[in-house]
């Protein structure tokens, strides 16, 4: 079974550049998350879709971060303009279901902005 | 007060020995429970999940947990020099549906 895929693995853009990742999940999982994992860090939930629908964007910083997952499956998160503190590991990850399933991430997609 | 906590480490422990490592959680709405090993550079790989009191072995790793206690653990037996990697910790809480991720704990394993 393949597992959660990203694109692209590094990223380099300069300051107020904008920047977009892409996910696809593992097949059949309905829940797909993107976390930011900032270096000596845990990863912090950004965004969690149910199938197409957001169910959970508090922590998504809505002025310069946005996110869609069109017809359920693959999801893109963007960023526009991009700050220095958004250097990061953005990680997607996906699950059957919201609840207790198990979360399974992607590679991630390292982030450097200068 | 952080949500779960671990120490940062490092722990090191020697080939062969017993590896401990210790997570605390603040929400008792907490369900779900899980250990992640994350490698330098790479993403977290889900290695245990318990849900309930009591232990659950699966090969050389055993997870514990005490919801009275609201403590979590993850024991590796026999440890080997693959197994130095950051382990992360984190609950679900049943109210928010949000996975809590602690900042790790760093394990060192030395031949």
């Known amino acids: 079974e393949a597992g959660v895929a990203q694109s692209p693995r590094y990223k380099i853009i300069e300051k107020r550049q904008s920047v977009a990742f892409w996910c696809n999940p593992i097949?059949?999982?309905?829940?797909l998350y993107w976390y930011q994992q900032i270096l000596g860090q845990g990863p912090k939930l950004l965004i969690q879709f149910q199938n197409n629908g957001v169910v959970d964007d508090s922590q998504l910083p809505k002025d310069r971060f946005s996110a869609e997952r069109l017809k359920g499956v693959d999801s893109t998160l963007k960023i526009q303009p991009a700050k220095l503190e958004d250097s990061a590991v953005y990680l997607c990850a996906s699950s059957l279901s919201g609840g207790g399933y198990e979360q399974y991430f992607g590679p991630g997609t390292r982030l450097t902005v200068t | 007060q952080k949500e779960v906590e671990q120490n940062s480490g490092p722990l090191s422990v020697p080939e062969g020995a017993i590896a401990s490592l210790n997570c605390t959680y603040s929400d008792r709405g907490s369900q779900s429970f899980f250990w992640y090993r994350q490698y330098s550079g790479k993403s977290p790989e889900l290695i245990m999940s318990i849900y309930s009191n009591g232990d659950k072995e699966d090969g050389r790793f055993t997870a514990q947990l005490n919801k009275a206690s609201q403590y979590v653990s993850l024991l590796i037996r026999d440890s080997q020099p693959s197994d130095s990697a950051t382990y992360l910790c984190?609950?679900?809480?049943?109210?928010?549906?949000?996975?809590?991720f602690g900042t790790g704990t760093r394990l060192q394993v030395f031949p």
């Open positions: 097949s059949g999982h309905a829940t």
């Open positions: 984190a609950s679900l809480s049943y109210n928010t549906d949000k996975l809590i």
